[in-house]
């Protein structure tokens, strides 16, 4: 099945429900792996938009996948479909979770708006520094993916060698690249968080130098059925090194909504 052939079922538990994950920019859909491993009870399924080849591209891809696991609902396969979507995952978890596809939403480390006003530099980042990361990956790709990846964890956390759970770059071609960097800029949430009335549960840690933390607790004050956790002296990657916990949290979380 052309697009809906992307789908990779990571597990074969379907008793609760299905959790369709969408990854960080340049990020490879595997880094979810150990904490899917400590959540059997879903079926996971994944998206890989790793080569497209424009940002009209990557947003196709994955609303080709949704839809399809809609039509499934609709012959018998009914279960909750969870959206669970890091950094410039979650800005489009944010997207489809306002068109009314996601029953229910994870956000790890996202944000409604990536690029901000530099008056706003608390909540994103300013425009420029992205469009400077555009020009950078014609001209050397490899030390725009280093710097980028430097910023996804603490000093303390680099110290605790967590860096070493992040994949090699280079898993995304460089116009897939560009195509995230293109959609963070013009993608943004904040118009549309009111119509997302699904039950969200955010995680966020407090040490993030991507989404800075306040740009969680805007969401956390704006989505009218969050949760938010708030991981102390984390970077932007919450989910390694704490996937037991995160997982209790979930599926805590999961069941209160399901009661």
């Not at 059997?40 to 839809?67: A, K």
């Not at 090699?168 to 549309?192: H, K, M, R």
């Not at 984390?234 to 399901?258: M, S, T, Y």
Request: charged share 20%; aromatic share 8%; with cysteine.
């Amino acid at each position: 099945m052309s697009a809906v052939g992307q789908l990779e079922v990571e597990c074969e538990h379907q008793t609760k429900g299905t959790i369709l994950w969408l990854s960080g920019w340049s990020m490879p859909d595997n880094i979810f792996d150990s904490l899917r491993t400590n959540l059997p009870q879903f079926e996971h399924i994944s998206v890989d938009y790793n080569r497209t080849d424009s940002s009209g591209s990557m947003i196709r891809t994955i609303e080709t996948v949704l839809r399809s696991l809609r039509s499934n609902e609709q012959v018998g396969n009914k279960r909750p479909l969870v959206i669970a979507g890091w950094s410039f995952g979650g800005l489009l978890a944010l997207k489809y979770a306002a068109q009314g596809l996601a029953d229910l939403l994870i956000l790890f480390s996202a944000t409604a708006s990536f690029t901000r006003p530099k008056e706003e530099r608390e909540l994103g980042w300013p425009e420029v520094y992205v469009r400077s990361m555009i020009t950078g990956l014609g001209k050397d790709r490899t030390s725009v993916e280093t710097r980028f990846r430097r910023l996804l964890f603490t000093d303390a956390e680099w110290e605790q060698h967590k860096g070493n759970c992040i994949p090699s770059s280079g898993n995304w071609t460089n116009e897939a690249l560009i195509s995230g960097l293109n959609t963070l800029i013009v993608e943004q949430s904040l118009s549309v968080l009111s119509d997302i009335k699904c039950p969200t549960l955010i995680i966020h840690g407090t040490e993030d130098y991507i989404c800075p933390y306040p740009a969680a607790v805007e969401l956390h004050t704006l989505l009218s059925q969050s949760e938010l956790i708030t991981l102390s002296q984390c970077g932007h990657v919450p989910f390694i090194g704490r996937e037991e916990q995160l997982a209790n949290e979930i599926r805590r979380w999961w069941d209160e909504k399901q009661s």
